[in-house]
């Protein structure tokens, strides 16, 4: 409580004026005796009331004013006279001066009570008031500080993103999105440069088989956003298996991807023949599909295999010959590897389906002159562009024979991930981010943008989505056999560079096909390919099981 203010007029009386000698005295007046009485008995008289009543003045809490002046009252002297029983309740008034009780001056009035309360009580009100303003206006809240997210993305056009992002920062309006698509080329240098100078991107996309490459930036998913058992039971387990670093995940899916066998359904009707299941099914159809010219030149392909210069995806078809074969591909030597070798290029060298003076496989397939190609299911939109009326289908890998039909067939996954910069100032933000976009409802949203513009959209990481899609002609054997898929580091068209971790190991097994093509012997080739993969895994930190 403010404290009560120090200006009220003293109670004091005055000091008295200057005029008649002190000891001089005045026959008594009877009728000012009677208006001095009328005055401290309350009567009613206006004209001394007027004279003895103290100005009353408006007080300001800010800044408060002088002490006010009390009027003067002038001293009246008189003789003594003799004083009725009446008359006794009237004090007669003492010189300030001289203390003698025989001089007489107009009595002074206190402040009443009341007046002194209600004084008091305007200024407590003032003071009230204007802190209970301060406190209780409103005001416009401070800016929110804003924190913006820095996400490098590769295919997907800001079109296609933005209206999740809005719905994101609609929930959270301290929080901007910015979603920056990068080019391909160089992209890997290009990210790891500016993640190596502290320019970030929080958020950025990175394949799946590029953690040795990027483990000491990546951060570590933190367990409030996803635990480590329901990251397994939600994704397929090649994706619980490539996230992992060390102890623990760092990277989450958006979308997956892996090997598919495509054919052409006009070719396959034609001939009357059905999809392969086994390899040896495949090598038999290859041969019947493929058409020459009396020059034996091939105008029609059974089968786009066997080289490594015009056949799209032959890292991942490699791959997947050796781990259907039981190949350690960290060390990819021995007898197993050697027969997976074998088969591979059997089709140029003995079966000759395919040969160097065919185009691309993915522009020969789309053209109509090749009944089966391998590829991710992307590649369908090349295909679709190329050739819009082309009647074509993805369909199951092919598998070894197998004495158990229910083991599993092995499948070969290559696909996108994204990470979260372990330097970010807004990692906790970048994650809840992340989390959000990976929810079922927001994959469903970010699909059906994606196919308005283009075929379909990403097939579903998450493995609790999978009956959405399973019947679809290009992804639906995709995603069957994603509960099987093993990945490596063998994968094609990941724009790693030439130092990077997919280049190196591409260019070793490359080498390995060409010589057994050119004669070689598949041990030896093999002998040099593993010492090389062998140098390149150590290089990145990368420990053979």
């Given at each position: 409580?403010?404290?009560?203010?120090?200006?009220?007029?003293?109670?004091?009386?005055?000091?008295?004026?200057?005029?008649?000698?002190?000891?001089?005295q005045?026959?008594?007046?009877?009728?000012?005796?009677?208006?001095?009485?009328?005055a401290?008995?309350?009567?009613?008289?206006?004209?001394?009331?007027?004279?003895?009543?103290?100005?009353?003045?408006?007080i300001?809490p800010?800044p408060p004013?002088?002490?006010?002046?009390?009027p003067a009252?002038?001293?009246v002297?008189?003789?003594?006279i003799?004083?009725?029983p009446?008359?006794q309740s009237?004090?007669?008034a003492?010189?300030a001066v001289?203390?003698d009780?025989s001089?007489?001056?107009?009595p002074?009035?206190?402040?009443?009570?009341?007046i002194?309360?209600?004084?008091?009580?305007v200024?407590?009100?003032?003071v009230?008031?204007?802190f209970?303003?301060?406190?209780?206006s409103?005001?416009?809240?401070?800016?929110?500080?804003?924190?913006?997210?820095?996400?490098?993305g590769?295919?997907e056009?800001?079109?296609?993103?933005?209206?999740?992002?809005?719905?994101?920062?609609?929930?959270?309006?301290?929080?901007?999105?910015?979603?920056?698509?990068?080019?391909?080329?160089d992209?890997r240098?290009?990210?790891?440069?500016s993640?190596?100078?502290?320019?970030g991107?929080?958020i950025?996309?990175?394949?799946n088989s590029?953690?040795?490459m990027?483990k000491?930036?990546l951060?570590?998913?933190?367990?409030?956003?996803?635990?480590a058992?329901?990251y397994?039971?939600?994704?397929y387990?090649?994706?619980a298996s490539?996230?992992?670093?060390?102890?623990?995940?760092?990277?989450i899916?958006?979308g997956?991807?892996?090997l598919?066998?495509f054919?052409?359904?006009?070719i396959?009707?034609a001939?009357?023949k059905t999809?392969p299941?086994?390899?040896?099914?495949?090598?038999?159809?290859?041969s019947?599909?493929?058409?020459?010219?009396?020059?034996?030149?091939i105008?029609q392909?059974?089968?786009?295999?066997g080289?490594?210069?015009n056949?799209?995806?032959?890292?991942e078809?490699?791959?997947l010959?050796?781990l259907?074969?039981g190949?350690?591909?960290?060390?990819p030597?021995g007898e197993?590897?050697?027969?997976?070798?074998?088969f591979?290029?059997?089709f140029?060298?003995?079966d000759?389906?395919?040969d160097?003076?065919?185009?691309?496989?993915t522009?020969?397939?789309?053209?109509?002159?090749v009944a089966?190609m391998f590829?991710?299911?992307?590649?369908?939109?090349d295909?679709?562009?190329q050739?819009?009326?082309l009647?074509f289908k993805?369909?199951?890998l092919?598998?070894?024979?197998?004495?158990d039909?229910?083991k599993p067939?092995?499948a070969?996954a290559t696909?996108?991930?994204?990470?979260?910069w372990y330097?970010?100032?807004?990692?906790?933000?970048?994650?809840?981010?992340?989390k959000f976009?990976?929810?079922k409802?927001?994959l469903e949203k970010l699909?059906a943008?994606?196919?308005?513009v283009?075929?379909?959209?990403?097939p579903?990481?998450?493995?609790?989505?999978?009956?959405?899609i399973n019947?679809?002609p290009?992804i639906?054997?995709?995603?069957?056999q994603?509960?099987?898929?093993?990945?490596?580091y063998?994968a094609?068209?990941?724009?790693?560079?030439?130092?990077g971790?997919?280049?190196?190991?591409?260019?070793?097994?490359?080498?390995a096909?060409?010589?057994?093509?050119?004669?070689?012997d598949?041990?030896?080739?093999?002998?040099t390919?593993?010492?090389g993969?062998?140098?390149?895994?150590?290089?990145?930190?990368?420990?053979s099981?």
């Open positions: 409580m403010p404290d009560q203010n120090p200006y009220f007029p003293s109670e004091d009386a005055p000091a008295a004026p200057q005029g008649k000698a002190v000891n001089e005045s026959p008594p007046d009877p009728q000012q005796t009677k208006t001095l009485a009328s401290w008995s309350g009567a009613k008289d206006e004209g001394v009331k007027a004279e003895i009543t103290p100005e009353v003045q408006t300001n800010s004013p002088p002490p006010p002046t009390e009252v002038p001293v002297a008189a003789t003594p003799p004083v009725s009446a008359d009237v004090p007669a003492t010189s001289s203390g009780p001089i007489t001056q107009s002074r009035r206190k402040f009443p009570i009341k002194i309360l209600g004084l008091f009580g200024i407590l009100l003032a009230l008031g204007y209970g303003f301060k406190f209780f409103k005001k416009a809240p401070p800016p929110l500080q804003q924190n913006t997210i820095t996400w490098w590769l295919w056009d800001t079109s296609i993103v933005s209206p999740l992002i809005e719905e994101f920062q609609q929930t959270n309006p301290n929080i901007k999105i910015d979603y920056v698509r990068q080019s391909s080329k992209y240098e290009r990210l790891e440069s993640l190596s100078k502290g320019e991107p929080d950025f996309f990175y394949h590029w953690v040795p990027f000491d930036k951060d570590k998913m933190p367990s409030t956003v996803m635990s058992g329901d397994a039971q939600t994704f387990p090649v994706i490539d996230a992992t670093s060390g102890t623990g995940l760092v990277g899916p958006l997956y991807d892996g598919t066998l054919i052409n359904q006009d396959f009707d001939a009357g999809p299941q086994t390899w040896d099914e495949l090598r038999k159809l290859a019947d599909l493929t058409v020459k010219d009396k020059e034996g030149i105008t392909s059974g089968a786009a295999l080289l490594t210069e056949v799209d995806h032959w890292p078809i490699m791959a010959m050796m259907q074969n190949v350690d591909l960290a060390k030597s197993l590897a050697q027969k997976a070798l074998d591979y290029t059997l140029y060298k003995q000759k389906v395919w160097a003076t065919l185009p691309p496989s522009m020969a397939f789309a053209a109509g002159k089966m590829g991710p299911s992307w590649r369908a939109f295909i679709k562009e050739n819009p009326n009647r993805a369909v199951a092919p598998h070894l024979p197998k004495d039909p229910t067939d092995i070969y696909y996108w991930m994204q990470g979260v330097r970010s100032p807004n990692k906790e933000i970048a994650w809840n981010f992340l976009m990976s929810q409802d927001t699909y943008n994606e196919a308005k283009r075929l379909f959209g990403e579903y990481p998450r493995a609790d989505m999978a009956d959405l019947s679809h290009i639906g054997a995709l995603i069957s994603a509960p099987s898929a093993q990945s490596w063998l094609s068209r990941t724009f790693d560079g030439q130092t971790i997919n280049t190196q190991i591409n260019k070793y097994f490359e080498d096909i060409n010589t057994v093509n050119k004669g070689t598949s041990q030896k080739a093999l002998e390919a593993a010492a993969v062998a140098q390149v895994l150590a290089q990145f930190g990368v420990s099981p």
